[in-house]
Protein backbone atom coordinates (compact mmCIF):
# COMPACT_ATOMS: atom_id res chain seq x y z
CA UNK A 1 0.00 0.00 0.00
CA UNK A 2 1.49 3.52 -0.63
CA UNK A 3 2.33 5.60 2.00
CA UNK A 4 -0.26 9.13 1.92
CA UNK A 5 1.18 12.35 2.09
CA UNK A 6 4.57 11.30 2.20
CA UNK A 7 7.71 10.87 0.63
CA UNK A 8 9.87 7.69 0.80
CA UNK A 9 13.35 8.91 1.78
CA UNK A 10 16.38 7.24 -0.08
CA UNK A 11 16.96 3.39 0.72
CA UNK A 12 19.03 3.10 3.87
CA UNK A 13 22.06 0.63 3.59
CA UNK A 14 21.22 -0.62 7.45
CA UNK A 15 24.93 -1.66 8.69
CA UNK A 16 24.79 -2.83 12.13
CA UNK A 17 26.78 -4.98 14.70
CA UNK A 18 26.32 -8.71 15.65
CA UNK A 19 24.44 -6.88 19.15
CA UNK A 20 21.35 -6.33 16.64
CA UNK A 21 20.72 -9.83 14.60
CA UNK A 22 17.83 -11.34 15.01
CA UNK A 23 18.55 -14.91 16.38
CA UNK A 24 16.09 -16.57 13.24
CA UNK A 25 14.27 -15.62 10.15
CA UNK A 26 10.46 -15.51 10.13
CA UNK A 27 8.35 -17.27 7.75
CA UNK A 28 4.72 -17.28 6.33
CA UNK A 29 4.45 -20.66 8.13
CA UNK A 30 6.48 -20.01 11.20
CA UNK A 31 5.98 -16.35 11.49
CA UNK A 32 8.53 -14.61 14.31
CA UNK A 33 6.80 -14.19 17.53
CA UNK A 34 5.93 -10.75 18.29
CA UNK A 35 5.44 -8.76 21.73
CA UNK A 36 3.53 -5.61 21.01
CA UNK A 37 4.14 -3.10 23.86
CA UNK A 38 1.66 0.23 24.40
CA UNK A 39 0.84 2.93 26.68
CA UNK A 40 -2.49 4.25 25.21
CA UNK A 41 -4.98 4.59 22.43
CA UNK A 42 -3.05 1.94 20.11
CA UNK A 43 -4.02 2.70 16.80
CA UNK A 44 -0.21 1.29 15.89
CA UNK A 45 -0.82 -2.21 17.42
CA UNK A 46 -4.58 -1.88 15.56
CA UNK A 47 -3.07 -1.42 12.25
CA UNK A 48 -0.41 -3.84 12.73
CA UNK A 49 -3.13 -6.49 13.56
CA UNK A 50 -4.95 -5.72 10.94
CA UNK A 51 -2.12 -6.72 8.50
CA UNK A 52 -0.84 -9.92 10.58
CA UNK A 53 -4.46 -11.10 9.46
CA UNK A 54 -2.77 -11.79 6.09
CA UNK A 55 -0.27 -14.35 6.09
CA UNK A 56 3.41 -12.67 7.31
CA UNK A 57 6.64 -13.29 8.54
CA UNK A 58 5.62 -11.97 12.15
CA UNK A 59 2.94 -12.49 14.41
CA UNK A 60 1.51 -10.74 17.67
CA UNK A 61 1.55 -13.55 20.09
CA UNK A 62 0.77 -10.78 23.64
CA UNK A 63 0.48 -7.38 24.07
CA UNK A 64 1.31 -5.48 27.06
CA UNK A 65 0.49 -2.29 28.36
CA UNK A 66 2.26 -0.42 31.04
CA UNK A 67 -1.58 0.53 32.28
CA UNK A 68 -4.14 -2.30 32.99
CA UNK A 69 -6.98 0.51 31.77
CA UNK A 70 -4.79 1.18 28.55
CA UNK A 71 -7.86 1.99 25.86
CA UNK A 72 -5.11 -0.10 23.23
CA UNK A 73 -5.49 -3.08 24.82
CA UNK A 74 -9.02 -3.33 23.68
CA UNK A 75 -7.70 -3.97 20.15
CA UNK A 76 -5.66 -7.18 20.84
CA UNK A 77 -8.65 -8.12 23.30
CA UNK A 78 -10.83 -8.43 20.32
CA UNK A 79 -8.60 -10.47 18.16
CA UNK A 80 -8.18 -12.85 20.72
CA UNK A 81 -4.33 -11.86 21.29
CA UNK A 82 -3.40 -12.29 25.24
CA UNK A 83 -3.24 -9.28 26.58
CA UNK A 84 -1.58 -8.11 29.35
CA UNK A 85 -1.54 -4.66 31.37
CA UNK A 86 0.90 -4.41 33.64
CA UNK A 87 1.64 -1.00 36.05
CA UNK A 88 4.41 0.28 37.26
CA UNK A 89 4.51 -1.57 40.93
CA UNK A 90 4.32 1.05 43.71
CA UNK A 91 4.66 -1.35 46.04
CA UNK A 92 8.28 -1.77 45.69
CA UNK A 93 11.10 1.22 46.85
CA UNK A 94 10.60 4.42 44.37
CA UNK A 95 14.11 3.40 42.97
CA UNK A 96 13.24 -0.20 42.55
CA UNK A 97 10.52 0.65 40.63
CA UNK A 98 11.57 0.52 37.41
CA UNK A 99 13.50 -2.56 36.93
CA UNK A 100 10.72 -4.24 39.05
CA UNK A 101 8.20 -3.44 36.53
CA UNK A 102 10.79 -4.45 33.82
CA UNK A 103 11.58 -7.61 35.59
CA UNK A 104 7.54 -8.86 35.25
CA UNK A 105 7.33 -7.11 31.96
CA UNK A 106 10.41 -9.83 30.91
CA UNK A 107 9.29 -12.92 32.96
CA UNK A 108 5.64 -12.44 30.76
CA UNK A 109 8.25 -12.39 27.71
CA UNK A 110 9.62 -15.74 28.38
CA UNK A 111 6.70 -16.99 28.99
CA UNK A 112 5.16 -16.04 26.09
CA UNK A 113 8.22 -17.78 24.20
CA UNK A 114 8.35 -14.20 22.59
CA UNK A 115 11.67 -13.50 19.82
CA UNK A 116 10.83 -9.77 18.65
CA UNK A 117 9.21 -6.93 21.09
CA UNK A 118 7.90 -4.46 19.02
CA UNK A 119 7.26 -0.69 20.93
CA UNK A 120 4.48 0.57 19.79
CA UNK A 121 3.53 4.01 21.66
CA UNK A 122 4.96 2.95 24.25
CA UNK A 123 5.90 5.95 26.75
CA UNK A 124 8.48 4.71 28.94
CA UNK A 125 12.49 4.58 28.76
CA UNK A 126 13.69 1.09 28.99
CA UNK A 127 16.33 0.48 31.44
CA UNK A 128 19.99 -0.53 30.33
CA UNK A 129 18.80 -3.98 32.48
CA UNK A 130 16.28 -4.39 30.29
CA UNK A 131 17.71 -3.31 27.33
CA UNK A 132 20.68 -5.62 27.10
CA UNK A 133 18.31 -8.58 27.68
CA UNK A 134 16.44 -8.08 24.34
CA UNK A 135 18.99 -5.96 22.47
CA UNK A 136 18.33 -7.24 18.24
CA UNK A 137 14.89 -8.00 18.94
CA UNK A 138 13.72 -4.44 20.33
CA UNK A 139 12.26 -2.21 17.79
CA UNK A 140 10.44 1.02 18.23
CA UNK A 141 8.99 4.06 16.23
CA UNK A 142 9.37 7.33 16.49
CA UNK A 143 7.44 10.34 15.20
CA UNK A 144 9.76 12.29 14.22
CA UNK A 145 12.96 12.13 11.47
CA UNK A 146 15.89 11.07 13.94
CA UNK A 147 17.95 11.95 15.14
CA UNK A 148 16.10 15.34 15.13
CA UNK A 149 13.99 15.68 17.95
CA UNK A 150 14.29 12.57 20.09
CA UNK A 151 12.00 12.58 23.22
CA UNK A 152 8.42 12.74 24.25
CA UNK A 153 7.22 15.63 22.32
CA UNK A 154 8.38 15.07 19.11
CA UNK A 155 5.32 17.08 17.19
CA UNK A 156 5.36 20.37 19.54
CA UNK A 157 9.16 20.42 19.53
CA UNK A 158 9.06 20.15 15.65
CA UNK A 159 6.43 22.87 15.92
CA UNK A 160 8.21 25.17 17.85
CA UNK A 161 11.85 24.23 15.30
CA UNK A 162 9.10 25.80 12.60
CA UNK A 163 10.46 23.12 10.12
CA UNK A 164 8.92 22.19 7.28
CA UNK A 165 9.37 18.65 7.33
CA UNK A 166 8.71 15.43 10.31
CA UNK A 167 8.13 12.07 9.76
CA UNK A 168 8.73 9.20 11.71
CA UNK A 169 11.75 6.57 12.14
CA UNK A 170 11.58 2.45 12.69
CA UNK A 171 14.97 1.57 14.61
CA UNK A 172 16.24 -1.17 17.20
CA UNK A 173 16.92 -0.17 20.12
CA UNK A 174 19.91 0.41 22.21
CA UNK A 175 20.73 1.66 25.80
CA UNK A 176 19.90 5.43 24.62
CA UNK A 177 17.10 7.69 24.52
CA UNK A 178 15.80 7.25 20.57
CA UNK A 179 18.62 5.92 19.47
CA UNK A 180 20.46 2.73 17.30
CA UNK A 181 20.30 1.51 13.82
CA UNK A 182 18.01 3.47 11.90
CA UNK A 183 16.14 0.83 9.50
CA UNK A 184 13.27 2.53 7.98
CA UNK A 185 12.10 6.81 7.89
CA UNK A 186 10.04 8.21 5.81
CA UNK A 187 9.24 12.09 5.83
CA UNK A 188 5.83 14.00 6.12
CA UNK A 189 5.62 17.71 5.27
CA UNK A 190 4.56 20.60 7.91
CA UNK A 191 1.10 22.19 7.21
CA UNK A 192 0.66 25.73 7.76
CA UNK A 193 -1.35 25.83 10.16
CA UNK A 194 -0.57 22.80 11.52
CA UNK A 195 -0.70 22.13 15.27
CA UNK A 196 0.49 18.81 17.17
CA UNK A 197 -3.01 17.25 16.74
CA UNK A 198 -3.12 17.24 13.28
CA UNK A 199 0.72 16.49 12.68
CA UNK A 200 0.35 13.62 14.83
CA UNK A 201 -2.64 12.01 13.18
CA UNK A 202 -0.87 12.28 9.54
CA UNK A 203 2.47 11.17 10.81
CA UNK A 204 0.19 8.33 12.15
CA UNK A 205 -1.03 7.35 9.17
CA UNK A 206 2.40 6.82 7.74
CA UNK A 207 3.50 4.90 10.73
CA UNK A 208 0.19 2.55 10.40
CA UNK A 209 1.91 1.35 7.12
CA UNK A 210 5.79 1.50 7.61
CA UNK A 211 5.91 -0.13 10.70
CA UNK A 212 3.95 -3.69 9.36
CA UNK A 213 6.30 -3.05 5.96
CA UNK A 214 9.70 -2.88 8.01
CA UNK A 215 9.19 -5.76 10.63
CA UNK A 216 8.54 -7.80 7.46
CA UNK A 217 11.61 -6.19 6.19
CA UNK A 218 13.42 -7.23 9.16
CA UNK A 219 11.71 -10.78 10.18
CA UNK A 220 12.38 -11.94 6.85
CA UNK A 221 15.69 -11.18 6.24
CA UNK A 222 15.40 -8.14 3.94
CA UNK A 223 17.39 -5.51 6.31
CA UNK A 224 21.18 -6.93 6.01
CA UNK A 225 22.65 -6.90 9.17
C1 LIG B 1 2.80 7.04 17.72
O1 LIG B 1 2.78 8.20 16.92
C2 LIG B 1 4.24 6.68 18.06
O2 LIG B 1 5.15 7.00 17.06
C3 LIG B 1 4.48 7.53 19.27
O3 LIG B 1 3.29 7.45 20.00
C4 LIG B 1 2.19 7.32 19.09
C5 LIG B 1 1.33 6.18 19.58
O4 LIG B 1 0.07 6.22 19.02
N1 LIG B 1 5.58 7.05 20.02
C6 LIG B 1 6.38 7.84 20.72
O5 LIG B 1 6.24 9.03 20.81
C7 LIG B 1 7.49 7.10 21.44
N2 LIG B 1 8.43 8.03 21.98
P1 LIG B 1 -0.97 5.03 19.23
O6 LIG B 1 -1.07 4.75 20.72
O7 LIG B 1 -2.26 5.56 18.67
O8 LIG B 1 -0.44 3.86 18.46
Not at 82 to 96: D, R, T, V
Not at 98 to 114: K, S, Y
Amino acid sequence: MPIPNSQALPALVVVMSDDFVLPRTGSLEDPIRVAVMISGGGSGLAALLQYQRTSRTHQTTLVIADKEDADGLQHSIDAGVPSLGIPIPMEAEAKERRVTHERLVHAALGEHDIELVVLSGYMRILTPWFVRRWKGRLVNIHPSLLPDFPGAHAHRDVLTAGVDVSGCTVHMVDEGVDTGPILAQVQVDVNEGDDETSLQERIKQVEHVLYPETLDRLCSGQISL
